[in-house]
């Protein structure tokens, strides 16, 4: 059975960075895009950034998050500079076998990892 586990999160003060990771196992990414989603307290899961090959991303993460992957590792990061108060949120991993912006599609999930941005 596949598993997801996101770990890296943490409290950082706004302009600053963190790397998410996504640990794989059980099976590979090689045949699925690899997606971020967040949610914040009270809102919907929202997509933050995807990959298979070429990189997907949210217009609020543009020139701000850069996600990519390691088959060797079997795993998928986001590395998240100028982070924003905004960014805060509990951040998932995903796996689907096409690319959506929305959570339909995505069948494996991890249980998140919690990004606090203070200001």
């Known amino acids: 059975q596949v598993q997801l586990e996101e770990s890296g999160g943490g409290l950082v003060q706004a302009g600053g960075s963190l790397r998410l990771s996504c640990q794989i196992s059980?099976?590979?990414?090689?045949?699925?895009?690899m997606a971020w989603f967040r949610q914040a307290p009270g809102m919907e899961r929202e997509f933050v950034a995807a990959?298979?090959?070429?990189?997907y991303y949210a217009e609020s993460v543009k020139g701000r998050f850069t996600i990519s992957r390691d088959a060797a590792k079997n795993a998928v990061y986001l590395q998240m500079d100028s982070l924003k108060p905004e960014d805060t949120a509990v951040y998932y991993c995903?796996?689907?076998?096409?690319?959506?912006?929305?959570?339909?599609?995505?069948?494996?999930w991890g249980q998140g990892t919690q990004v606090t941005v203070s200001s």
């Open positions: 995903a796996r689907a076998p096409f690319m959506s912006i929305t959570t339909t599609g995505y069948n494996v």
């Open positions: 059980g099976g590979t990414f090689s045949s699925y895009f």
């Open positions: 990959i298979r090959w070429d990189p």
